[in-house]
């Protein structure tokens, strides 16, 4: 399995994503246990970050892959090995996301259950 990195905003750039080439939508940027992500990752055919429910404020995202990692190269407290994913986001940024819950901890809040994907840099050559 090659290292998770930034890459494009496109469907394309999402290992195992099954849309057309050319589709937009949003991806935002997740972070969990690697260990657990990549196990269900690889044994399930669509892993899901659960979103806001009456108990439980969704799972936090950020809306760039820089802001993610930012944060996470700031914790000294994780109990486990953080890996940043990708989300799909089938309504946009601006309905599936709220920072009304976590913003002041530094990231948002997921309102709608979203994919979880592999992220992989895409190197464009010059």
């Known amino acids: 399995m090659p290292d998770y990195e930034l890459g ?32 269900a990752l690889s044994e399930e055919p669509t892993v899901t970050k659960i979103g806001r429910t009456s108990e439980y404020s969704g799972g936090c995202c950020w809306p760039t892959y820089e802001e993610a990692d930012a944060w996470i190269k700031t914790k000294r407290d994780i109990p486990y090995t953080p890996q940043i994913y990708a989300l799909i986001l ?8 709220s920072d009304d819950t976590y913003k002041e901890y530094g990231y948002y809040s997921l309102l709608t259950d979203s994919d979880v994907k592999h992220f992989i840099r895409i190197h464009n050559e010059a």
Do not use: H, I, P
């Not at 089938?90 to 996301?97: A, F, I, V, Y």
């Open 8 to 39: 494009s905003r496109r469907f394309e750039s999402c290992q195992g994503c099954q849309y057309e080439r050319n589709k937009m939508s949003t991806v935002a940027y997740t972070m969990g246990n690697k260990d657990s992500y990549d196990r």
């Open 90 to 97: 089938l309504n946009g940024w601006d309905e599936d996301t």
